[in-house]
């Protein structure tokens, strides 16, 4: 990664595109330590640090802490994500906009991204107002003699003008820095708690040192943990990342042979190839939509005054068993989901039977189709539970050793490693488009 990072470097346009990027995540850095006026951020933070391995842990670890300190980019780009998946949905739903998806090329793209944005907009004002509640009702506003109204209306118009301005942002890196803008958002906000994830291990064996009951610990944000669960959980992230690496290089080859063909006095075809299959073909948007669908319920019960208190939202913490449950179930759908939406087996055959090329074994056509699509839904399946097994693994260690807000630890892991791989492997295709092979050496 370092060297292929080096390598894009030493290219004018890659340099530029590189620059771009790290000052765009720069400004979301900024923005994120930024507090929105009116609110008692002290008490904000105590409030959500005493409430460890909640909801508003795993909100908080999204948006980079940016959540617990009510700055401008606290509600991160959380409702883009679920604007993303709403109008994804729809898209599949309602045929006027699958036509609009599948036949209106670029100017449909166009409008879906426009519809897409207003969604966006609309969901965030609907979390700033939620968030407002939430601030409101632990009686956490500094409004002196100011009228509640005009208050409440800055603060919410401020957390939904950063949530927007982060879509843009994201938009902006995709289209001028290296690409995968909101991915590389989320990649920055997480990478940043990475201070913070050493200071609560070191923190949780020097209270089990010095005898820190946990209900103590716990009432000053803290924890306990055992010095041998600091260890197992530092080699288990050291394993979980190469597991990560190994499953997202891995692919499934069908061997695929072309048929000789005689145009003019030369012979065509002939040779062997294949068609690769990523294991993890969707990436890690399934992590990322289904922990967003998966902590709703609990999101919305938080920014309703005492909702959070129901044995029904209880269920889903993030560290439940019901949770977990939903969370995995999630994965594979949306796992599946992906799969269907970027690999058509259909389209593959008849592009194989346009040019003369056949699998082994099977006729072209439809055997050819039925075949692809039963290797789709194996490996879909291996990919599926492979993400839902990381994803939960931290969850059942955290448990173990005693640390609750360790829950978030996989869909932390796989979204930081999913998009280094994806972003290393962009800076590697666009080398190889401008004939650099600097990197291959």
Do not use: C
């Amino acid at each position: 990664m370092i060297q292929t990072i080096r390598n894009a470097w030493k290219l004018p346009e890659l340099r530029k595109k590189i620059l771009f990027t790290v000052f765009a995540l720069l400004i979301f850095r900024l923005g994120s330590a930024v507090p929105v006026p009116y609110i008692n951020t002290d008490a904000l933070g105590q409030m959500i640090a005493s409430r460890s391995g909640t909801i508003f842990d795993l909100m908080n670890a999204m948006s980079g802490s940016a959540f617990s300190m009510a700055t401008v980019f606290a509600l991160s780009i959380q409702p883009y994500i679920n604007s993303s998946i709403i109008i994804q949905l729809l898209t599949v739903a309602i045929p006027a906009l699958e036509r609009l998806a599948k036949e209106g090329g670029e100017e449909g793209r166009k409008k879906i991204a426009s519809i897409t944005r207003y969604t966006t907009v609309a969901i965030a004002l609907l979390q700033g107002f939620g968030y407002y509640s939430l601030i409101k009702s632990y009686g956490m506003l500094n409004t002196g003699n100011l009228s509640g109204l005009w208050v409440g209306l800055v603060i919410v118009l401020t957390f939904t003008a950063g949530s927007a301005f982060l879509m843009w942002l994201g938009e902006q890196i995709t289209e001028f820095g290296i690409g995968n803008g909101i991915s590389m958002i989320l990649f920055a906000g997480i990478i940043s708690r990475g201070p913070q994830l050493v200071m609560t291990l070191y923190t949780g064996v020097r209270n089990h040192i010095l005898g820190v009951s946990a209900e103590t610990a716990a009432a000053v944000g803290q924890t306990v943990m055992p010095w041998w669960g600091a260890i197992l959980l530092v080699v288990g992230m050291i394993a979980m990342v190469v597991f990560i690496v190994y499953i997202s290089n891995a692919e499934r080859k069908i061997p695929v042979q072309y048929a000789k063909r005689v145009v003019g006095r030369k012979m065509y075809g002939g040779q062997s190839t294949h068609i690769p299959m990523k294991v993890n073909m969707s990436g890690v948007m399934p992590v990322i939509f289904a922990q967003s669908i998966a902590s709703l319920p609990a999101t919305i019960a938080a920014f309703i005054p005492g909702g959070s208190e129901s044995a029904f939202i209880k269920a889903f913490n993030p560290n439940s068993l019901i949770y977990a449950i939903v969370y995995f179930l999630l994965i594979v759908a949306f796992s599946y989901f992906y799969a269907g939406m970027s690999f058509s087996p259909v389209e593959v055959a008849n592009n194989l039977k346009k040019n003369g090329g056949f699998i082994p074994g099977f006729r072209p056509g439809k055997p050819t189709a039925d075949f692809i699509t039963k290797v789709l839904n194996k490996i879909t399946l291996f990919g599926a539970l492979y993400l839902g097994v990381v994803a939960l693994a931290p969850i059942v260690t955290g448990n173990l050793v005693g640390v609750s807000s360790m829950g978030i630890g996989g869909t932390s892991v796989i979204i930081v490693v999913g998009v280094a791989l994806e972003t290393v492997k962009a800076l590697e295709a666009q080398m190889l488009m401008r004939h650099y092979k600097g990197f291959l050496e």
